[in-house]
């Protein structure tokens, strides 16, 4: 449990610390020698903005439901986008003067470009796995298959390709030379188109998974699967434009850019969306549950430490030292009031995050046989507790005398009564 917490703040933190390091390197940089066209500072807001959108489903999802490899999926993204969104801004910061203000500013080209393919299969993968964190049957799991070795060829051809990285019109450092780079320059393209139809396959599966569902399941699905369409359309018009969009002197690079963050920021809009108006997760219900209990656990706390006290202070005062018996009123005290408590912080649970049919129906049952016999069993075992107090009292000047034997043997006969007899004496009687 501390484990999955400090993994879900570790990628939380690290989405903000590149995003965070993004937006203060593309804001601070000025027009100069940039190789790449110079973007307005809301480019890097943009980046930015979808970054936190997916790491707040990823630390919902990975708290509540840490099973489902769908919040991970999303941490991933936020992670991926914070990577592309700095190096963009260092390299866009770096190249402002000649030579660069900053080392390697080739280096983080050629991360922002390798990044490409890793975005491209994780939000395949959220298309295809969305919202119950598997594909619809086993045979769509060929193409998660597919997506993670294009997702490969792709890093390995953008990666060692020959000629400019995509979109940020630096030469490839880490090229191969020769045929050897082009040819794994035209596999990171091959691989990239395939990404970008997994892209659409991974649409179709939100549209056939929304096909099958119930009305539940559509209403939970409705936003999302429009998300995905618009981000699918939006996403293959990116790739197959960028070249030029990005290219010194083009005009259009920031509203293409902006119109990829847009349509990909929708998609955690809308599960965000399917979360919280038709609790998808059943999120609602984990939150009521956990406002009950905690609170029942405040006021019984708080309940039992004010009625020790209170009972213990009353003992001393009346019989001049402390008794058992407190524990036992105090046991009293929170076996009655534990279901009416429990009952009204229920209702306010209910009338604040349960549905309509929770609300119509929500009433506090309260069984009165069994709060009855629960009082009177404490009662009664409050009862035996002061008579054998009261009897140790009286036996005390004996026992100091060395008479103790007689006194102490005929206490637990009359503790018990006649109504608990020994199986000898009844067998006497009879």
Request: charged share 15%.
């Amino acid at each position: 449990m501390i484990g999955r917490r400090v993994a879900v703040w570790a990628v939380v933190g690290l989405t903000l610390l590149l995003h965070g390091g993004g937006v203060v390197l593309g804001t601070s940089a000025r027009a100069g020698l940039q190789p790449l066209v110079f973007h307005n500072p809301v480019a890097y807001l943009g980046g930015a903005l979808i970054g936190v959108a997916y790491a707040t489903v990823f630390a919902i999802l990975a708290v509540r439901r840490p099973q489902n490899r769908v919040g991970w999926v999303f941490g991933g993204v936020a992670v991926i986008s914070g990577v592309s969104n700095f190096a963009w801004a260092y390299v866009t910061n770096a190249t402002e003067t000649a030579p660069a203000r900053l080392p390697a500013p080739e280096i983080a080209a050629w991360i922002d470009s390798v990044a490409t393919p890793v975005w491209g299969f994780l939000l395949m993968t959220l298309l295809l796995v969305f919202p119950t964190g598997r594909t619809i049957s086993r045979g769509w799991d060929a193409w998660v298959r597919l997506g993670a070795l294009s997702m490969a060829v792709g890093i390995l051809g953008i990666g060692l390709g020959s000629g400019l990285l995509p979109r940020m019109a630096v030469a490839n450092p880490m090229a191969l030379p020769g045929a050897a780079g082009d040819a794994m320059a035209v596999l990171g393209g091959l691989a990239t188109a395939v990404l970008a139809a997994l892209v659409a396959v991974g649409v179709w599966s939100l549209l056939e998974r929304y096909r099958r569902a119930d009305e539940t399941g559509r209403l939970q699905l409705k936003w999302f699967a429009s998300a995905a369409v618009a981000f699918g359309v939006v996403g293959m018009l990116f790739l197959a434009v960028q070249e030029t969009a990005f290219r010194a002197g083009s005009s259009t690079g920031d509203v293409v850019w902006l119109a990829f963050c847009a349509a990909a920021t929708l998609i955690p809009v809308a599960a965000l969306i399917a979360i919280t108006r038709h609790d998808l997760y059943q999120i609602d219900t984990i939150i009521g549950r956990a406002f009950v209990y905690a609170g029942l656990t405040a006021v019984l706390a708080g309940l039992y430490a004010a009625s020790i006290r209170l009972f213990t202070w009353l003992f001393v005062e009346l019989t001049g030292e402390s008794s058992d018996a407190a524990l036992v009123l105090t046991t009293l005290v929170l076996a009655t009031t534990f279901t009416p408590i429990k009952g009204r912080l229920e209702k306010v649970a209910v009338s604040r995050w349960g549905d309509e049919d929770e609300k119509a129906a929500s009433t506090v049952q309260l069984n009165d046989d069994q709060i009855r016999a629960l009082a009177d069993r404490v009662a009664s075992l409050l009862r035996a507790q002061l008579e054998s107090e009261s009897r140790g009292r009286r036996r005390r000047p004996v026992g100091a005398g060395g008479s103790a034997g007689p006194a102490s043997a005929s206490g637990p006969a009359s503790a018990s009564g006649p109504a608990s007899a020994s199986p000898s004496d009844s067998a006497g009687h009879g």
